[in-house]
């Protein structure tokens, strides 16, 4: 297309012209010098399509198309190893004997490698095929590829992986496709159970495609023929026009109280521009090829600022308003300038020449685009048969094992928190290693964390490489009512790994005692003691259960806590008279067996209505002979337990 551009310009300015040009687009220098009208495509025996493009020789319009032809590479494939020429390509299925609710973990793993190209045989068939097309041609590799400047140039298109979708976990990529042959991207991916399965559904049924797709995104750039034409500069018409029009033309002087402007304005002149080229002072024919239109509103711009660098010169004097914005953009020489004054004189002087004519030819690169697009389920077919990309793993190695322990607070020591015969367990736990340093590691129970956090606690240890990973150790150490300590030095004791129950060594039994208050009024007793010894973490521990006919109350209780080891405990009534004091009858054996409570009723003998009956007597003597304990009812001497122990059992003390 022939287009009419009138400007201003002078020989000494094409390559200032050619320079402007240069800078229309942000092209990187090319080295292939490719030539956009020598574009070949051939199709292969597989479907393939390469687009070659030759190579130019030579510079500017004496450049000619060389033999040398270069191809798109259009085609993305698996890389593969070097030396095994296994592909790059893995898709491993995993799951774990644990659910995921208990910390089990299922899905897939897929991560591939990929590079352009195409492979030898694909470039020996489009060798022999471009020579028959063009004798002579050699295909001498690929086209030099550049990243996509507004776009990325490496994105994948998925409904199962992508981070939105809810079927993939993470997905990580090398983020950039190559630029150059034999550059790899690499994109990974882990996918929960149903996106795992999805997938390998799209892979291993008989569809078309798989659901994964990779896009590749490049520029690359052909040589075009840009700009041609001539500009033609009609200085007789300049200077008729400047001389009509002299005092606007050189100078516009205007005068107020506060300043002086002497100068024209950058508007000024562009309006003094735009009559030069209405009345063909200036014109230019060019022929624009692929220039597009906003290129050539640039080309009349840049005409227009060689207009004002060689015929006008910035003021300095300062004129009101200063440079707008867009005065500023496009001001030669300085853009601080407050305005400009015409150069005459220059204009006379190029009288002589009185019209000069520029040819200008000009070839540019231009860019084009390459969108390479690749569905994955090529890929899949050469390496679904290969175990060493495609396969499936249980993930039960013992050494990523986590053993869980558990201990529990038994029921008989529940009750014991809450009567506060309990204060405090600790647990220790030890874990020793076949190598490194052992595991050890403590947890306690108090009534409040009972009833914050319930009556079981936990620790967790890594398995390793312990051949026995369920082995460990535990110790209890007890903090009783009165600041008893059980057992003082605690030992080690092998543990499981189903909940250990932690319990004491006795339990609570619970023991009534009656008596009838008008019997004992009828007898002058004025109260009822039932005394019992029994075996409490192997020591004899008395306690006494009283009823008084003054509280009419008969019958009392008391929870004591025996020995398990022990079946039951010794006991005697001892009585108050009113007059004769302390009575108190034998020791006898009571067998609790399993039971949690007992029951006792005062059977007052009827000889101990007679004051001088033996029985009587004697119960005065035995009175005598009763000891006070120690503290927590500790008994130290006058010990009966061990008479009964073919009844009771050994008491270990």
Same mark, same amino acid.
């Given at each position: ?32 010098? !490719? ?113 996509? =400047? ?110 002086? @402007? ?21 014109? @230019? ?19 227009? @600022? ?11 004097? @300062? ?22 004054? !015409?150069?005459?004189?220059?204009? =006379? ?10 040819? #200008? ?8 685009? !390459? ?78 964390? #009972? ?93 006494? #259960?009283?009823? $008084? ?35 108190? !009858? ?7 067996? $399993? ?59």
């Amino acid at each position: 297309m022939i287009k009419q551009l009138k400007n201003g310009r002078t020989l000494a300015y094409k390559f200032f012209i050619l320079l402007l040009l240069s800078g229309i687009s942000s092209i990187p220098a090319v080295g292939q010098n !490719l030539d956009f009208n020598t574009k070949e495509t051939i199709p292969l025996n597989d479907g393939t399509i390469i687009t070659l493009y030759a190579q130019l020789t030579g510079s500017g319009s004496t450049a000619k198309p060389s033999k040398n032809y270069f191809y798109l590479p259009t085609q993305i494939m698996l890389s593969k190893d070097p030396v095994s020429k296994v592909p790059d390509f893995l898709f491993l299925k995993y799951v774990t004997n644990e659910r995921e609710d208990q910390g089990g973990v299922n899905g897939a793993l897929m991560h591939f490698l990929m590079q352009t190209g195409f492979t030898q045989t694909q470039l020996s068939e489009v060798q022999a095929k471009l020579d028959a097309r063009v004798s002579g041609a050699k295909v001498k590799g690929p086209v030099d590829l550049f990243g996509a =400047e507004d776009a990325q140039s490496f994105t994948i298109t998925s409904a199962v992986v992508n981070k939105e979708g809810g079927m993939t976990k993470s997905l990580v990529t090398s983020g950039r496709a190559p630029l150059y042959q034999g550059g790899k991207v690499a994109v990974a991916t882990n996918l929960n159970k149903y996106g795992a399965q999805l997938m390998a559904a799209t892979f291993e049924k008989a569809n078309s495609i798989t659901d994964l797709s990779v896009n590749l995104l490049y520029k690359y750039y052909l040589k075009v023929t840009g700009l041609s034409g001539k500009i033609t500069v009609d200085y007789e018409k300049m200077s008729k026009m400047i001389k009509e029009d002299k005092v606007t033309a050189e100078y516009r002087r205007v005068e107020s109280k506060n300043s002086v @402007q002497e100068s024209q304005s950058w508007n000024e002149f562009h309006s003094l521009y735009n009559k030069m080229v209405e009345n063909s002072v200036i014109t @230019q024919e060019i022929n624009e090829g692929p220039v597009s239109n906003a290129t050539s509103e640039k080309l009349t711009e840049m005409f227009f @600022q060689l207009f004002m660098s060689k015929f006008t010169t910035p003021a300095t004097d @300062q004129p009101p308003p200063p440079p707008s914005e867009k005065e500023k953009e496009y001001l030669p020489g300085k853009n601080s300038a407050y305005g400009y004054y !015409l150069n005459v004189k220059r204009i =006379e002087q190029s009288l002589v020449k009185k019209k000069e004519v520029i040819t #200008i030819n000009y070839t540019f690169s231009l860019p084009m685009e !390459l969108s390479i697009t690749q569905n994955l389920k090529t890929f899949y077919n050469s390496a679904k048969d290969n175990k060493n990309c495609v396969a499936s793993v249980l993930l039960d190695d013992n050494f990523y094992k986590h053993m869980d322990i558990r201990f529990q607070v038994g029921s008989d020591v529940l009750k014991m928190f809450d009567m506060n015969e309990v204060d405090l367990v600790t647990v220790d736990v030890l874990k020793k290693r076949n190598s490194g340093n052992h595991f050890t590691s403590t947890i306690s129970f108090t009534k409040d964390d #009972i009833a914050k956090k319930g009556s079981v606690a936990g620790i967790t240890y890594a398995s390793g490489d312990d051949k026995n990973a369920e082995m460990y150790q535990y110790r209890t150490q007890w903090s009783m009512k009165g600041g008893i300590k059980f057992p003082q030095n605690p030992q080690y004791v092998v543990g499981s790994m189903q909940a250990s129950t932690l319990d004491l060594p006795i339990t609570a039994h619970k023991i009534e005692f009656e008596a009838d208050p008008e019997k004992l009024k009828e007898l002058g007793i004025s109260r009822a003691i039932m005394q019992v010894r029994y075996s409490k973490f192997g020591e004899e521990i008395e306690e006494n #259960i009283s009823v $008084s006919p003054a509280k009419n109350e008969p019958i009392s209780s008391k929870t004591i806590f025996i020995d398990k080891a022990v079946r039951g405990y010794a006991y005697r009534m001892i009585f108050y008279h009113t007059t004769e004091g302390k009575l108190a !009858l034998p020791w006898s054996p009571k067998v609790s067996g $399993s039971g949690s409570e007992s029951y006792e009723y005062a059977v007052i003998p009827e000889e101990l209505a007679n004051k001088s009956s033996d029985l009587f007597i004697k119960a005065i003597d035995m009175a005598k002979a009763i000891i006070t304990p120690g503290p927590d009812g500790k008994v130290s001497k006058d010990k009966v337990l061990d008479g009964f122990k073919d009844i009771l059992g050994a008491v270990k003390n």
